[in-house]
């Protein structure tokens, strides 16, 4: 007899975990606490940068990088209170989110902000009016 596999998407939603159903950001955390609000919010903040759908596989590298810019975060703080911070940790972690973000796909877009021409036609005419130049 076959062995007949299921897929995340076959199972039950009580089947899967707190966190696949989006119950937990983390398991066995609480969710209030500042490192995992923060660990949400830059979680958040990258997916919402994706233009399609993100993959488990990609979420997952997204979920390491929050992981390892909480970490950084923390260190820095240490580090702007005058406390002493292993600079190789640190190193390593920035190296780390380079690596990470270069996987995840995360690339510096460049907005439009070039106005429309009969917008700031329409824009440069009301200026004029306003403090009474003649055209």
Known sequence: MPV???????RKAVARSRVTNGADMLPNTDGRSAVVR???????A??????????EARLQLVRRFAAAACLAELMEARLANG????????ALLSSTL?????????NR??????????????ATNRTDDDVGVPR
Do not use: M, W
């Open 4 to 10: 007949v596999r299921s897929t995340v998407a076959d």
């Open 38 to 44: 923060r660990f949400r919010d830059i979680t958040s």
């Open 46 to 55: 990258i997916l919402n940068d994706q233009p399609e759908h993100c993959s």
């Open 83 to 90: 406390e002493q911070i292993d600079i190789a940790e640190h």
């Open 98 to 106: 380079c690596r990470l973000a270069q996987r995840i796909g995360i």
């Open 109 to 122: 877009r460049l907005k439009n902000v070039t106005p429309d021409l009969h917008d700031y036609l329409e």
